[in-house]
């Protein structure tokens, strides 16, 4: 890891400061480096330590989009090998009989997605990162508070007991959904607790899983179960907050005959899980994407429902859009004139770009929960119709693989697979 020598106080400038190493942190700056500008990213919590809590054992679908930009930034061919494809998506409602599937052959696609433990998508991205020489880790160490002002943004971070000053043209909060960060910017977030708790891990599937995704919207919420490495399945189980505890607290017979009763068997009998974790599930939107010389992006500008796999896949458009922001603002710079990447009309470019994308996706997940999490007979109906609609009505099944594969709206370049330079 490219960890400079931390003697003095402050750090020599750089042109954009990453405060968070996480999924979204290091994707950014791996997608900048080809700009050619003196990147830091600051990190909290050192690598391979078990309490890291962007690279842990929960496993991220990857869109068709997420995929595309790892192709434009050359680190598809080991993301692939780490990850399993996803060929068929089936969504049913436990007590009905109705059902839908999403095909990639019907799409035209060779994949849906792909899914990848995190641990493992971070050793990638890491390795890979440790080979730019443009790129300066700080790991670990916090940032603790930042100063803005109209030429550069300051932070302070303490590196192990202490304290450095480290400074940016610009600063990017990628620090996650309780962004401290954030707060410092001076922008406030929506926050609301779904109260359930995602229920994490692995198991054995009688009949093999193959390449297929499953999306099961149970009483208490939605539960997935998607291929991952070695034939195991790894599962999202969402339960209400106030049965978490017990859930977790079960013993594997147990808590795999729970499990099973939620899912049924179309994949035949359960067996073998690995260890659980849970999730608290929030909620939370900034009020606004940006502040002087200073951007958020990932789950620290909009935390979702992992209901349909789309927080990683957002962020990542958040990443491809800074970077077109960045790259137009260099294009128009003429000859010889200094980028800025945290000038005003950047930050407003992305912004703007941002929101409907968010703002849709936010709504998207949400509702979603609402719809299939209420009981309410009128709502059971609509649902029942809405299932129906999903199968029947031409394109609605198009539209809706679009949003997760995120294809819809104005893709920037590294979105579209066109690699930036
Ligand atoms: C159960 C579950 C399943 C999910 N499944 C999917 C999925 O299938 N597909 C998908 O697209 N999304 C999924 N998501 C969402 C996805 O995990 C998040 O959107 C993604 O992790 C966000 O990454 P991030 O880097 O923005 O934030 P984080 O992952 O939270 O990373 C933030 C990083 O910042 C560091 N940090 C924090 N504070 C500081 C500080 N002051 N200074 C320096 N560093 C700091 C942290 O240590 C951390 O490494 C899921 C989420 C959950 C909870």
Not at 237 to 243: H, M, N, P
Request: proline share 4%; glycine share 10%; net charge positive.
């Amino acid at each position: 890891m490219r960890q400079p020598d931390l003697m003095e106080r402050k750090t020599p400038e750089f042109d954009i400061v990453i405060a968070g190493g996480g999924m979204i942190g290091t994707s950014l700056a791996l997608a900048l480096a080809p700009l050619g500008m003196r990147i830091a990213v600051v990190e909290a919590v050192a690598r391979r330590n078990a309490l890291q809590p962007s690279f842990d054992d929960r496993s991220t679908a990857l869109s068709r989009s997420t995929q595309r930009m790892f192709e434009a930034m050359g680190l598809w061919d080991d993301v692939r090998a780490a990850s399993t494809p996803i060929t068929h998506i089936h969504v049913s409602d436990k007590g009905r009989f109705g059902f839908s599937h999403i095909d990639a052959r019907e799409q035209g696609v060779e994949a849906l997605g792909y899914v990848v433990i995190n641990r493992v998508l971070g050793e990638v991205l890491q390795s890979r990162l440790d080979e730019l020489p443009a790129v300066q880790q700080f790991c670990p160490a916090r940032i603790e508070s930042v100063s803005l002002g109209p030429d550069q943004a300051m932070a302070t971070m303490d590196a192990g007991g202490s304290e450095h000053e480290i400074t940016g043209k610009l600063l990017v909060a990628a620090d996650g959904a309780k962004s401290a960060v954030r707060d410092m910017m001076g922008i406030s977030a929506q926050r609301r607790a779904y109260d359930q708790r995602a229920i994490v891990g692995n198991l054995l599937t009688e009949k093999p899983i193959l390449n297929r995704a499953y999306e099961r919207f149970t009483s208490q919420g939605p539960l997935a179960v998607l291929p991952i490495a070695d034939e195991r399945a790894g599962f999202v189980w969402t339960v209400s907050e106030k049965d978490a505890n017990r859930v977790l607290g079960l013993n594997d017979s147990d808590f795999i005959a729970e499990l099973q009763a939620e899912f049924g068997f179309r994949l035949g009998k359960f067996s073998r899980v690995g260890a659980r974790a849970g999730y608290p599930l929030v909620l939370s939107k900034a009020v606004r994407l940006t502040a002087t010389r200073s951007v958020l992006i990932g789950n620290a500008a909009h935390g979702l429902h992992p209901v349909s796999a789309q927080g990683f896949n957002l962020g990542m458009r958040d990443v491809a859009a800074l970077c077109d922001c960045i790259l137009d603002s260099r294009n128009a710079t003429e000859p010889g004139g200094r980028l800025d990447p945290g000038a005003s009309d950047v930050l407003r470019h992305y912004a703007d770009w941002r929101r409907s994308d968010q703002k849709k996706l936010v709504y998207f997940t949400d509702s979603l929960v609402r719809l299939f999490g209420s009981q309410r007979a009128g709502i059971r109906t609509l649902r029942n119709i809405g299932m129906l609609g999903f199968d029947l009505i031409p394109g609605v099944r198009s539209v809706f693989a679009k949003h997760t594969m995120g294809l819809a709206g104005e893709l920037p370049r590294l979105s579209r697979g066109v690699p930036i330079r």
